[in-house]
């Protein structure tokens, strides 16, 4: 199961079925963000197999984070301004800003997903 330096596979792993389909890169990727912000990242989720992410997102059973190439962030204020400026200079092209209601709910979605037709990179949303 792939996990890196600061992840661990239990925490990269699908929460419905315990599937870690995230990606060598990707997950290089998301250790640079970890070393460039200097504190740890807590991931709210990661790789979602499409039966779960068809139950917990808008994007169905083919979404960002069935690609293993996707996480959620726990983050808010300040830091979420950094780390989104530290992601697009890492090259994540993907993401989505909850910085809404109770502060252990905000998160931040970052992906490095390709362009795609229809879907430009970079691209960013709110939830």
């Known amino acids: 199961m792939p996990s890196s330096e600061h992840f661990s596979a239990a925490e990269l792993a699908c929460k419905h079925c315990g599937a870690n389909?995230?990606?060598p890169a990707f997950l290089a990727r998301l250790e640079a963000?970890?070393?460039?912000?200097g504190q740890p990242l807590a991931l709210t989720s990661a790789y979602r197999c499409p039966t779960h992410n068809q139950r917990v997102?808008?994007?169905?059973a083919d979404g960002p984070h069935t690609t293993g190439r996707a996480v959620d962030v726990r983050?808010?204020?300040g830091v979420a301004?950094?780390?989104i400026s530290l992601a697009l200079g890492l090259g994540f092209t993907g993401v989505g800003?909850?910085?809404t209601g109770e502060h252990a709910g905000r998160f931040l979605h970052l992906d490095d997903l390709p362009?795609?037709?229809g879907q430009p990179r970079p691209w960013l949303w709110s939830y």
């Open 21 to 23: 389909r995230m990606q």
């Open 33 to 37: 963000l970890r070393t460039a912000v």
């Open 57 to 60: 997102s808008t994007t169905g």
């Open 75 to 77: 983050v808010a204020g």
């Open 81 to 83: 301004l950094q780390l």
């Open 97 to 99: 800003v909850q910085q």
């Open 115 to 117: 362009n795609g037709p």
